[in-house]
């Protein structure tokens, strides 16, 4: 079978991932950074709920000057002005109180010999009326929003002590290849492994949750070993990433251990380069619910490419969010096209002229350009990026609730 056309394999584990949405659970607003809202966030009242003042000042009543009668705080509920002539000193944010028809600020009025109050209110209200923000059930952001504090804090101005929202998912990384150093310098025929450190950290900024303990490796390189720890991982986890194995060499087992636990693949192999041995199999648990597994191949980079092609569309579909459109960016330096296969090219970004700069040490067995990176251009199949061309950039993720 041909490799998926990039955009094909992204539409499709998106597609997979939204059939699969996880469960909708209720979290106290203090625990609802980085999930998903479920539902369209609405306001409890009117925002505000009733009329406050703008300013520090006089609530007064009719023409001045005016006899002062009492003072309006914030968290009270004045008593009416009923009297013409009348004043109360009014707080920020206090409540107005009925019968006001100005608001006299604090640093335009002056105090007669007798103790009234004097000045020319503004023409314009100096409150704010309910429902200038908001009216009550108004949808202020729909379902598939992400939670971040600005949202919290809007979630708490409305009223509300926790919200309904997708799960978090839950991910496991499973680490193979007998090569691999968990410790120490490279030498002798091993390397270091630099995923198992690196990925949970990728997937926690995609909003997973990921615990030391998922993390497992290096595995050893043999089909029970796989098919075991594979087995472990989905018990508990709605996302299991491997890295390596994803071809068909002598110690390659992770498609055996895919067919040996009954997975269907969603992608096997995609036309993209670097990453191109990468795959998504989903397998259907004791419980009936799917689990995925994200193969991850083995060279560094060619793995994060992996993680933004299929991982990130996947979890926008598991925690129902929609997928983020694509910024673009104009070129600074040419690029070139990779024939068949789409050419993720990695680029920092200069935001302020809009522009994407090729880096360097991009080979696929390379980390060094990816640390200075934004994220990856995208060259389309059969085309060349020229100098000045606007090209998508995937971008590389955030933490969550951080905004670029």
């Given at each position: 079978?041909?490799?998926?056309?990039?955009?094909e394999a992204?539409?499709?584990?998106?597609a997979?991932?939204?059939?699969?949405?996880?469960p909708?659970v209720t979290r106290?607003?203090a625990?609802?950074?980085?999930?998903?809202?479920?539902?369209?966030l609405s306001?409890?009242?009117?925002?505000p709920?009733?009329?406050?003042?703008?300013?520090?000042g006089?609530?007064v009543?009719?023409p001045?000057?005016?006899?002062?009668?009492?003072?309006a705080?914030a968290?009270n509920?004045p008593p009416?002005?009923?009297?013409?002539?009348t004043t109360v000193?009014?707080?920020t944010?206090?409540?107005?109180?009925e019968?006001?028809?100005?608001v006299?600020r604090?640093?335009e009025?002056s105090?007669?010999?007798?103790g009234?109050?004097t000045?020319?209110?503004r023409?314009?209200p100096?409150?704010r009326?309910p429902?200038?923000?908001?009216?009550?059930?108004?949808e202020?952001l729909p379902?598939g929003?992400p939670?971040?504090p600005a949202l919290i804090?809007?979630?708490?101005s409305?009223?509300h002590?926790?919200l309904?929202v997708r799960r978090?998912?839950?991910?496991a990384l499973?680490v193979f290849g007998?090569e691999l150093l968990?410790?120490?310098?490279?030498?002798?025929?091993r390397?270091?492994d630099?995923?198992?450190?690196a990925?949970p950290?990728?997937?926690r900024r995609?909003?997973?949750?990921?615990?030391?303990?998922d993390?497992v490796?290096?595995?050893?390189?043999?089909l029970?070993?796989h098919?075991a720890a594979l087995r472990?991982?989905?018990?508990?986890?709605?996302?299991?990433c491997?890295t390596?194995g994803t071809m068909?060499?002598?110690?390659?087992h992770?498609?055996p251990?895919?067919?040996?636990?009954?997975?269907e693949y969603v992608?096997n192999?995609?036309?993209v380069r670097?990453?191109?041995?990468?795959?998504?199999a989903?397998?259907?648990g004791?419980?009936?619910?799917?689990r995925f597994v994200a193969?991850?191949?083995?060279?560094?980079?060619?793995a994060i490419?992996?993680?933004?092609s299929l991982?990130a569309p996947l979890?926008?579909?598991l925690?129902?969010r929609?997928?983020?459109?694509?910024?673009?960016?104009a070129?600074a330096?040419?690029?070139p096209?990779?024939?068949?296969y789409?050419?993720l090219?990695?680029?920092?970004?200069d935001?302020?002229a809009g522009?994407?700069h090729?880096?360097r040490?991009?080979?696929s067995?390379?980390?060094r350009?990816l640390a200075?990176?934004d994220g990856?251009?995208?060259?389309?199949p059969?085309?060349t990026?020229?100098v000045?061309?606007?090209?998508?950039?995937v971008?590389?993720?955030?933490l969550?609730?951080?905004?670029?």
């Amino acid at each position: 079978m041909p490799p998926a056309d990039w955009e094909e394999a992204r539409s499709r584990v998106y597609a997979a991932g939204l059939a699969a949405a996880l469960p909708v659970v209720t979290r106290p607003l203090a625990d609802t950074d980085g999930h998903t809202l479920a539902e369209p966030l609405s306001p409890r009242t009117d925002l505000p709920a009733f009329p406050t003042s703008s300013v520090d000042g006089w609530a007064v009543r009719g023409p001045g000057p005016w006899d002062v009668v009492g003072r309006a705080l914030a968290g009270n509920t004045p008593p009416p002005l009923t009297a013409d002539g009348t004043t109360v000193e009014i707080a920020t944010g206090a409540m107005v109180p009925e019968g006001t028809s100005a608001v006299l600020r604090v640093e335009e009025s002056s105090r007669t010999p007798d103790g009234r109050v004097t000045g020319t209110p503004r023409p314009n209200p100096e409150w704010r009326e309910p429902g200038e923000e908001a009216n009550a059930g108004e949808e202020l952001l729909p379902a598939g929003t992400p939670v971040d504090p600005a949202l919290i804090g809007l979630a708490a101005s409305c009223g509300h002590d926790q919200l309904r929202v997708r799960r978090q998912p839950r991910a496991a990384l499973l680490v193979f290849g007998d090569e691999l150093l968990s410790a120490g310098p490279p030498g002798f025929g091993r390397v270091r492994d630099a995923l198992g450190p690196a990925v949970p950290g990728w997937l926690r900024r995609y909003g997973c949750q990921v615990r030391p303990a998922d993390v497992v490796g290096p595995v050893a390189d043999t089909l029970p070993a796989h098919v075991a720890a594979l087995r472990a991982a989905l018990d508990s986890a709605d996302l299991v990433c491997t890295t390596g194995g994803t071809m068909h060499g002598p110690v390659d087992h992770l498609h055996p251990a895919l067919a040996a636990l009954g997975a269907e693949y969603v992608v096997n192999t995609v036309a993209v380069r670097p990453g191109f041995p990468m795959l998504l199999a989903r397998v259907a648990g004791a419980d009936g619910r799917l689990r995925f597994v994200a193969g991850l191949p083995g060279n560094p980079q060619s793995a994060i490419v992996a993680l933004v092609s299929l991982v990130a569309p996947l979890l926008a579909g598991l925690t129902g969010r929609p997928v983020p459109e694509l910024p673009h960016a104009a070129l600074a330096e040419p690029v070139p096209g990779r024939g068949a296969y789409t050419h993720l090219a990695l680029v920092r970004l200069d935001r302020a002229a809009g522009t994407a700069h090729p880096v360097r040490h991009v080979g696929s067995a390379m980390l060094r350009g990816l640390a200075g990176a934004d994220g990856f251009a995208v060259i389309r199949p059969g085309a060349t990026g020229e100098v000045g061309a606007r090209v998508p950039v995937v971008p590389l993720p955030l933490l969550p609730g951080e905004r670029s």
